[in-house]
């Protein structure tokens, strides 16, 4: 089946320091989505990407999907304490048994010292 | 304009035991999927129920079984529950075609088994 991976499982930065995080799909995608979840919560939509090639800015994220629609990163530029939480892609197949379902990568859990 | 919204917010249960969940969609949607998160892990696709019929399934045993209300609230059921079935349990409503929609998340029913 569609398996999504996600790098790095955790990443702690100094504050105003820069963070990525990496998903790839061992299948090619028909879209991604990128959520946020704060300790305690649940997860939060922030973007969905559809084209092959595809960049997103909201404020300091950057988005990006693959040319070949099977990986994609979240870049958030000087971070913040407010940014502190699990990043996971999520990944909805576009063929076969997968078509239409969302597949979650394991997260990256970002922590932000100030 | 209410979110999504779960009920219970906690239940403790002891193995063989069944559970049922509650979930009641953004006001608007007519799509209800849901998804098991067990700790430090992204959520895992249950199944995606519209328009009262269960539209898409995950890789979970016949235990796990569900109904959606002409409301277009929904029931997740879980039967001989076993200790590994203790995770939080999100529901994720949405509005459209499945492939392009982007998902609202409740704020989850923590399991525990016993």
């Known amino acids: 089946g569609q398996q999504v991976m996600q790098i790095p499982q955790y990443q702690h930065v100094q504050e105003g320091e820069d963070f990525t995080t990496y998903c790839n799909s061992s299948?090619?995608?028909?879209?991604i989505q990128w959520y946020k979840q704060r300790p305690g919560g649940h997860p939060v939509f922030l973007i969905q990407l559809v084209k092959s090639g595809e960049v997103k800015k909201q404020k300091r994220l950057t988005f990006q999907f693959g040319e070949a629609k099977k990986n994609s990163s979240l870049h958030i530029t000087a971070t913040q304490t407010t940014d502190v939480g699990t990043y996971f892609c999520?990944?909805?197949?576009?063929?076969?048994?997968?078509?239409?379902?969302?597949?979650f990568g394991q997260g990256t859990i970002l922590t932000v010292h100030p | 304009d209410a979110g999504v919204t779960q009920s219970p917010t906690h239940l403790i249960k002891t193995r063989g035991q069944q559970v049922t969940l509650r979930c009641s969609p953004k006001s608007g949607h007519d799509t209800v999927s849901w998804y098991q998160q067990a700790l430090g892990q992204g959520p895992q696709f249950i199944f995606q129920y519209y328009e009262e019929e269960e539209r898409q399934r995950g890789n979970f045993p016949d235990r796990f079984s569900g109904h959606q209300f002409p409301n277009y609230s929904s029931e997740l059921n879980v039967n001989a529950l076993l200790l590994g079935d203790s995770a939080l349990y999100l529901c994720?409503?949405?509005?459209?075609?499945?492939?392009?929609?982007?998902?609202?998340f409740g704020p989850g029913t923590r399991l525990t088994v016993l």
């Open positions: 999520a990944g909805r197949g576009a063929g076969g048994t997968s078509y239409g379902k969302l597949t």
């Open positions: 994720a409503s949405s509005t459209g075609t499945g492939v392009t929609d982007t998902q609202y």
């Open positions: 299948t090619t995608l028909s879209n």
